[in-house]
């Protein structure tokens, strides 16, 4: 081929390539017509075959740059054959650039409680979600639930002591310990990337996770059954890192989790930021735990502003803010990954709870029962039982009594509903009574009242671990939704019998 013609094919290549270079890495590249000397050999080459006609007559037809290679020449069409090409979907350029998390209108800020990510500019309101986040499969660490185990992206070294570990697992309950020790290894490698992102996480006396908590911080629950469970939980750890870390392992192994509480901290950042979600993989469909970088920043909110799905077409995770709302500059955005945990399996597994945990349960004994019906009226409470809601346009002003607690107090109270037969004002009146008196009891079993507990936690909390921080507010929100029970009681009988 003549060299003007080749030199034209490069720049028409060129040319095609940063028209579809997104538009921030497109002032940054090389190929930009910014670029003087880019503009100036492209110049010269436009100007080199216009004054070349004689190889224009000799050719009889234009240079056309195939997928395959810069300057090969069309093959000849067949009769009839139509010529015009369509071009391809930009998501087929997109995707051949360097695989990276990519966000929009966000940013993530660090205060006293960790990282959190918020939202950058005004938003109006939404009438279909917005993309704020895409995190590539290439950045996660992720595990099949099932056997065989799959790993994407597969890093593991071939022959590595750690694939014997997560086959000699327990399919049903080990799936926190095979990703613990991908996390594990994937923070070894390296040039790996949660090499860095690891900075971010917090660090073993940063976690709130009681899996590393001591015995002093288990007794500020004030939760026996609770504290016994985070025990063997404690316990479970201790006997797999026995198990698999033993004194005589290889050193490539036994680097990974030098020290119990290296794997305890392991386990406690899987706990608290892994998801569990179907993924496709070309053809393959995978239910798998996942850590997933970024996402995991976001808090939690029974309310949230923000949801997440997968993308199969170029196994991207996508965070979206949900329609239907209007966000400010500086609101945090947030995930509900809490759904129908009550605060005792919150507090094990993510280290936090809250008072207004609609899905929390508090266990009656007596045989006092309520009316449904009029208990969820009397709240302006609608929905089915797994999707009770405040109903807002039943009442002219909203009432801030009515929260989490609320919703779940229409769930776990002993009640009966029968359409054919009508409550007796007197039986509702003994049934609220004995109701109350069992809270006074539930109360009472604590060594401290709700009040002193606010004392301590102003007074102590400086100098103490954000375990115990979290054990004293657990505490502190049982009584909390003890009180609201039965607080509501009252008010139910009052809007019951007026």
């Given at each position: 081929?003549?060299?003007?013609?080749?030199?034209?094919?490069?720049?028409?290549?060129?040319?095609?390539?940063?028209?579809?270079?997104?538009?921030?890495?497109?002032?940054?590249?090389?190929?930009?017509?910014?670029?003087?000397?880019?503009?100036?050999?492209?110049?010269?080459?436009?100007?080199?075959?216009?004054?070349d006609?004689?190889?224009?007559?000799?050719?009889?037809?234009?240079?056309?740059?195939?997928?395959?290679?810069?300057?090969?020449?069309?093959?000849?069409?067949?009769?009839?054959?139509?010529?015009?090409?369509?071009?391809?979907?930009?998501?087929?350029?997109?995707?051949?650039?360097?695989r990276?998390?990519?966000?929009?209108?966000?940013?993530?800020?660090?205060?006293?409680?960790?990282?959190?990510v918020y939202?950058?500019?005004?938003?109006?309101?939404?009438?279909?979600?917005?993309?704020?986040?895409?995190?590539?499969?290439?950045?996660?660490?992720?595990?099949s639930?099932?056997?065989?185990?799959?790993?994407?992206?597969?890093?593991?070294?071939?022959?590595?002591?750690?694939?014997?570990?997560?086959?000699?697992?327990?399919?049903?309950?080990?799936?926190?310990?095979?990703?613990?020790?991908?996390?594990?290894?994937?923070?070894?490698?390296?040039?790996?990337?949660?090499?860095?992102?690891?900075?971010?996480?917090?660090?073993?006396?940063?976690?709130s996770?009681?899996?590393?908590?001591?015995e002093?911080?288990?007794?500020?629950?004030q939760?026996?059954?609770?504290?016994?469970?985070?025990?063997?939980?404690?316990?479970?750890?201790?006997?797999?890192?026995?198990?698999?870390?033993?004194?005589?392992?290889?050193?490539?192994?036994?680097?990974?989790?030098?020290?119990?509480?290296?794997?305890?901290?392991?386990l406690?950042?899987?706990?608290?930021?892994?998801?569990?979600?179907?993924?496709?993989?070309g053809?393959?469909?995978?239910?798998?735990?996942?850590?997933?970088?970024?996402?995991?920043?976001?808090?939690?909110?029974?309310?949230?502003?923000?949801?997440?799905?997968?993308?199969?077409?170029?196994?991207?995770?996508?965070?979206l803010?949900?329609?239907?709302?209007?966000?400010?500059?500086?609101?945090?955005?947030?995930?509900?990954?809490?759904?129908?945990?009550?605060?005792?399996?919150?507090?094990?597994?993510?280290?936090?709870?809250?008072?207004?945990?609609?899905?929390?349960?508090?266990?009656?004994?007596?045989?006092?029962?309520?009316?449904?019906?009029?208990?969820?009226?009397?709240?302006?409470?609608?929905?089915?039982a797994?999707?009770?809601?405040?109903?807002?346009?039943?009442?002219?002003?909203?009432?801030?009594?009515?929260?989490?607690?609320?919703?779940?107090?229409?769930?776990?109270?002993?009640?009966?509903?029968?359409?054919?037969m009508?409550?007796?004002?007197?039986?509702?009146?003994?049934?609220?009574?004995?109701?109350?008196?069992?809270?006074?009891?539930?109360?009472?079993?604590?060594?401290?009242?709700?009040?002193?507990?606010?004392?301590?936690?102003?007074?102590?909390?400086?100098?103490?671990?954000?375990?115990?921080?979290?054990?004293?507010?657990?505490?502190?929100?049982?009584k909390?939704?003890?009180?609201?029970?039965?607080?509501?009681?009252?008010?139910?009988?009052?809007?019951?019998?007026?």
């Open positions: 081929t003549p060299p003007c013609t080749r030199m034209l094919c490069y720049a028409m290549v060129d040319s095609i390539r940063l028209y579809h270079c997104p538009p921030a890495l497109r002032a940054t590249s090389p190929l930009s017509l910014n670029n003087t000397e880019y503009r100036c050999r492209l110049s010269s080459t436009i100007r080199q075959y216009a004054r006609s004689k190889l224009d007559e000799a050719c009889g037809q234009k240079a056309v740059v195939s997928r395959r290679s810069a300057w090969t020449l069309p093959t000849p069409q067949a009769e009839g054959e139509p010529g015009r090409l369509l071009p391809l979907e930009p998501d087929f350029y997109r995707m051949g650039y360097v990276h998390m990519r966000a929009y209108g966000i940013e993530f800020k660090e205060g006293p409680n960790g990282i959190g939202c950058a500019k005004d938003i109006p309101y939404l009438s279909k979600p917005r993309i704020i986040m895409e995190i590539p499969l290439e950045l996660m660490v992720t595990v639930k099932d056997p065989p185990w799959m790993f994407q992206p597969d890093f593991v070294p071939l022959g590595h002591p750690v694939f014997d570990i997560i086959n000699s697992t327990n399919g049903e309950k080990d799936w926190d310990i095979r990703l613990a020790c991908l996390f594990l290894l994937a923070l070894d490698q390296q040039e790996n990337f949660w090499q860095l992102y690891g900075d971010f996480l917090p660090e073993a006396r940063d976690c996770n009681l899996l590393l908590a001591t002093e911080e288990l007794k500020e629950l939760d026996e059954m609770l504290t016994q469970r985070i025990r063997e939980q404690q316990r479970r750890a201790e006997d797999a890192w026995l198990r698999y870390w033993m004194v005589d392992s290889p050193l490539k192994l036994k680097r990974l989790a030098h020290t119990l509480e290296r794997f305890k901290w392991a406690s950042i899987v706990w608290s930021r892994s998801f569990t979600m179907t993924m496709q993989v053809t393959l469909t995978l239910d798998a735990n996942m850590l997933i970088p970024y996402v995991d920043m976001l808090n939690h909110s029974y309310e949230p502003s923000c949801s997440y799905r997968w993308r199969k077409k170029d196994r991207m995770l996508e965070v803010i949900n329609a239907g709302q209007s966000i400010t500059k500086g609101a945090e955005m947030t995930l509900n990954y809490m759904k129908k945990l009550p605060n005792d399996c919150c507090i094990s597994c993510y280290g936090s709870s809250t008072p207004t945990n609609p899905w929390d349960v508090v266990n009656f004994s007596g045989k006092a029962k309520i009316h449904l019906d009029s208990f969820l009226s009397a709240f302006n409470i609608a929905g089915l797994d999707e009770y809601y405040y109903n807002e346009t039943a009442v002219q002003q909203r009432e801030d009594f009515v929260d989490g607690a609320i919703i779940a107090a229409a769930r776990f109270l002993p009640s009966w509903s029968d359409k054919d009508p409550f007796l004002p007197s039986m509702e009146k003994v049934a609220v009574q004995e109701l109350q008196q069992e809270c006074l009891k539930f109360l009472g079993a604590y060594r401290t009242t709700w009040e002193q507990d606010l004392q301590i936690l102003d007074r102590r909390s400086k100098k103490k671990s954000r375990r115990w921080k979290a054990a004293v507010g657990y505490r502190m929100h049982r909390w939704i003890i009180n609201k029970i039965s607080m509501a009681l009252d008010l139910y009988l009052e809007r019951l019998m007026f």
